[in-house]
C-alpha cells in the first residue's frame, strides 16, 4: 500500500522556522506529490501551497514566508517555513495523487509557542 510520510515537525518559537518533508513509501516514481494543507485545531482543513500547472499557490497567509520546493530525485517534497506565528500551529498534511486515486500522509505537527 503506497503511502505520504511527512516528516519534520516540531515545537518552535515564534519567529523561528522549521523544514517538513514529504515522500512517498515506498518511493513509486508515479506518485505525484502536489503540496501541502494544514488543519488548526477546531477548523477545517486548509491549503497551504500547492504545485499547478501554472505555477506554485501559496494561500495568502503563508505567502513570502512559506516556501515549497520539489526534489526530483527523491521524489519528495519539501516545505520551508520561516517566520513562524502562533496561528501557523497545525498539522500539516501533504497530499498527492497515484493510480488514479488522491494520497494524504498522516500528518506533522507543527506547533509555534513562546
Known amino acids: 500500500q503506497v503511502q505520504l510520510v511527512e516528516s519534520g515537525g516540531g515545537l518552535v518559537r515564534p519567529g523561528g522556522s522549521l523544514r517538513l518533508s514529504c515522500a512517498a513509501s515506498?518511493?513509486?516514481?508515479?506518485?505525484?506529490?502536489m503540496g501541502w494543507y494544514r488543519q488548526a485545531p477546531g477548523k477545517e482543513r486548509r491549503l497551504v501551497a500547492q504545485?499547478?500547472?501554472?505555477?506554485?499557490n501559496y494561500a495568502d497567509a503563508v505567502k513570502n514566508r512559506f516556501t515549497i520546493s520539489r526534489d526530483n530525485g527523491q521524489n519528495a517534497v519539501h516545505l520551508q517555513i520561516n517566520s513562524l506565528k502562533p496561528e501557523d500551529t497545525a498539522v500539516y498534511y501533504c497530499?498527492?495523487?497515484?493510480?488514479?486515486?488522491?494520497?494524504w500522509g498522516q500528518g506533522t505537527q507543527v506547533t509555534v509557542s513562546s
Open positions: 515506498p518511493n513509486i516514481r508515479d506518485v505525484n506529490i
Open positions: 497530499t498527492g495523487t497515484y493510480s488514479g486515486g488522491r494520497l
Open positions: 504545485f499547478t500547472t501554472g505555477g506554485i
